[in-house]
């Protein structure tokens, strides 16, 4: 009984969220000429490159569709600031197939039948996916892959797509790579490799200006979220062994999702730092600190290396294929080549005790990752390449 009246409480609400989508929302698709597909607004770096994209082509009319429900609400004001927003959960969640059906039916009409639209692009969402053999090949339709994981489980939703996408973006080499042999293994035609295109990621510099980190007190930072692939338990083992043998290096951590891990992250000697949100916060954070930890399984390249570097933060990080692009071991950062789990907390921390005492070779790294920052990372040709795309 309970099970029933419960459906009918969500048809109705699924019914009466639709009608509001068609009452407010829909004339939003209508009248824009880019429509983007992303799952979230909340805290990430996925999130914060996607709200640049954004910013980048926000001369014109945006919409942005958001399909998951979002655990924070962090970039929520600037999207809204640069595009007409829209969510769609709130009819999603109710898992009413004929009203999703009637909801994504009505979302591709517009598009299609619009006079202004002349591009939808996605990325991380599976909706887009959903609906992207529904979009007008009149609309240019493009997508972004972040980086790829081992059986990563989007490939079904790449290959199925790679005959809709005109443009597939990609943020390095070695995501490009991954595609065109998840194409080769899958007997995807050649020529939908032509349509990958390279566009690294860029932030705003913060300083022209090299300035030495000469406190004595070494600061050593996570800044991230905690999950699996990011490994935080190896930060804290890292800080457990470098603590115990010398009183001066302090060890942070700032992100989302540690809150419940605040004992390990308190016993390790670490301080929680909590979700910094503030730009200024923020870089007043990577200015203070020495060297930044990244011991992930995988990462296509993080923004908070970027973000660390243009402040001359030393990342010291796993040798992954997307981070080695940019990151030249003992020139503009460290990279650590173990791979065995026990083993790495270990070799972390020989790395960052050579530099500990030889503050000379640690002002150079410094230096160096900062004045690659200042080469390689402004965001102007990341924001002429998306204009060029997107809105051409």
Sequence with gaps: MKKAVKKIVYSLLAVWNLLKFLIFDLKKIKNAEVVCFFPFYKTGGAEKVHLNIVKAISSKNVCVIFTVHSATTNFYKEFTENAECIEINPILNKKNDLVNKWLM?????????????????????????KIISKISEKISRNDLFHSFSENDERETDLIYSAKYIDNRIVINDAAKNDIINFYIKNKIDAIYADKIKVIHNGIELPNSE???????????????????????????????????????????MA??????????????????????????????????????????????????????????????????????????????????????????????????????????????????????????????????????????
């Design 255 to 392: 992100g989302t999702g540690m809150k419940s891990n605040l004992d390990l992250i308190t016993n390790a000697g670490v301080e929680f730092l909590g979700e910094i949100t503030n730009k200024e916060q923020l870089d007043e954070l990577y200015a203070a600190l020495n060297f930044i930890i990244i011991p992930s399984v995988y990462e296509g390249f993080p923004m908070v290396i970027m973000e660390g570097m243009s402040h001359g933060v030393i990342p010291v990080s796993t040798n992954l294929e997307g981070i080695r692009e940019h990151i030249t071991s003992g020139f503009n950062g460290i990279l650590i080549h173990e791979t065995d789990e026990n083993k790495m907390a270990i070799a972390f921390c020989e790395s960052i005790e050579k530099l500990i005492g030889n503050s000379e070779e640690r002002n150079l790294l410094s230096k160096q990752c900062f004045e690659y920052a200042q080469k390689h990372f402004g965001i102007e040709k990341f924001n002429t390449s998306y204009q060029k795309i997107l809105l051409s």
């Design 105 to 129: 039916k009505s979302i591709y009409k517009n598009i299609n039948q619009s006079a202004n639209c002349k591009t939808v692009f996605g990325c991380n969402s599976i909706y887009f996916y």
């Design 210 to 252: 090299f300035k030495t980190k000469d406190n004595p007190n070494i600061r050593i930072g996570f800044i991230g979220r905690w999950s699996a692939e990011k490994r935080p338990e190896i930060f804290l083992e890292i800080a457990r062994q470098i603590q115990s043998k010398y009183s001066f290096i302090s060890f942070v």
